[in-house]
């Protein structure tokens, strides 16, 4: 019996994604959190006694230097290496320019394949077949670059792609399940896409996802897959993230009082925190459903949401994100003055002159901001194009709130 653990897309170094982690401690475990996974990964193979460990493209988030990761890296290899455990790793978009493996000499138990392609015994009848990235753009299927399977063993080949296309993915080495089929391997090992998919159990074709999310756009706990060949081959997933990020949805309509809100806030949270599998986790709530008090929570949101953000740290393992507002009001009937003045509000926001005007008020905030919390707010000008409106959109809200919501 052999025992393999297939990972991918760790992205060390990765930046923080999410606008909201202003809590330092939170902030702290996200940063860290690429590297976090790794370490479980590097303890589950020793725990569970691997063979190997496939790393399927983008260990590295892109080309940035970064001594600290080279030296955390070289770390993990070694305590594989103490143990005898072999690693294999392909470059994928990511992490093909990346100098870090180019100027660092790795363990011995460790084989970087190359973009030409090439395969190595891992024992007397499995072998492991890998194609890196020769660069950030692989337009073109890296099929034709794999050696045949060696004929009376188990053939593992490891790929970095984007299949057919996945929604939110650059179309990277395109290829089919089909294709991937009929090449004759008995576990493809597959990276790029961030969610898990098993796309094939004859053969096996495995795509295990981010072993951590970055932010609410990769929500849920994350994992790594562990094989087991025992004349056959079978898999199971391993916990590996340090950090979970969920969206949690919270019907109100049934919550005539401030007290029935708190409730039904505190219970969601304690709840969520029970059933985390990550040691934390950042928690997004959106209040929905048809209640009469709308207009009240709308106009104390500031409350509710400083509210939500006690009762998260009261569990000791979840931090809120943010909170979204998307209730209805069920007497609303006709037409109204507030209603009027809605469309007013929404006719200016229109106007090309105004969003000009916020984006100037916007910039003189800016300034007043470090360097570096400007990026992370603004990576582009799109963001601040749609920073305007969602700011002019909470306005009116805000607005709207205060004037509906004036009396309980």
């Keep these: 019996m052999i025992r393999i653990l297939h990972t991918a897309d760790v992205h060390l170094d990765s930046p923080l994604r999410s606008l909201a982690l202003r809590d330092a401690e939170l902030r702290q475990k996200v940063q860290t959190s690429s590297r976090t996974a790794l370490t479980r990964i590097v303890e589950t193979a020793i725990s569970e006694a691997v063979a190997a460990l496939l790393i399927a493209g983008d260990l590295f988030d892109g080309a940035e230097r970064s001594a600290r990761t080279a030296a955390f890296l070289m770390l993990q290899m070694e305590r594989l290496r103490e143990r005898g455990i072999r690693v294999f790793y392909i470059k994928g978009n990511h992490d093909a320019e990346n100098p870090l493996t180019g100027e660092l000499t790795l363990p011995d138990n460790v084989h970087v394949f190359d973009g030409r392609g090439g395969k190595v015994q891992l024992a007397e009848d499995v072998w492991i077949h890998g194609v890196s990235f020769a660069n950030r753009h692989a337009p073109e299927s890296l099929l034709p670059k794999f ?30 399940v089909g294709e991937l089929t009929a090449a004759g391997f008995d576990y493809w090992a597959l990276g790029h896409v ?41 898999i199971e997933e391993v916990p590996t993230s340090a950090v979970e990020f ?8 049934d919550t005539d009082s401030d007290d029935a809100l708190r409730d039904i806030l505190r219970r969601t949270l304690r709840d969520t925190a029970r059933n985390l599998v990550s040691e934390s986790g950042v928690v997004r ?23 939500a953000a006690q009762y998260a740290r009261e569990t000791g393992t979840l931090w809120l994100d943010k909170v979204v507002f998307d209730m209805t009001d069920p007497t609303e009937r006709g037409h109204t003055a507030t209603d009027e003045l809605a469309g007013i509000m929404k006719t200016i926001r229109e106007e090309p002159g105004f969003y000009e005007t916020c984006r100037a008020e916007i910039e003189g905030i800016l300034q007043e901001l470090a360097p570096q919390r400007r990026a992370e707010l603004l990576p582009d000008e799109a963001a601040m194009d749609q920073l305007a409106r969602r700011l002019a959109e909470a306005g009116a ?12």
């Design 397 to 408: 809200e805000r607005i709207l709130a205060r004037m509906k919501g004036a009396t309980p």
């Design 285 to 307: 709530l959106e209040l929905a459903g048809s209640t009469r008090r709308r207009w009240q929570v709308l106009r104390d949101q500031d409350v509710w949401k400083e509210t």
């Design 147 to 176: 050696p045949a399977p060696v004929e009376g063993s188990v053939n593992i080949a490891m790929l970095h792609t984007s299949l057919s296309g996945a929604e939110g993915h650059d179309p990277y080495a395109p290829c089919t």
């Design 246 to 253: 969920l969206h949690i949805q919270v019907d109100v309509a």
């Design 194 to 234: 961030h969610r898990r998919q098993v796309h094939s159990k004859s053969p096996w074709i495995v795509m295990p996802g981010t072993p951590q999310g970055r932010d609410m756009g990769e929500p849920g706990p994350k994992s790594a897959t562990l094989l087991t060949i025992d004349k056959a081959i079978e």
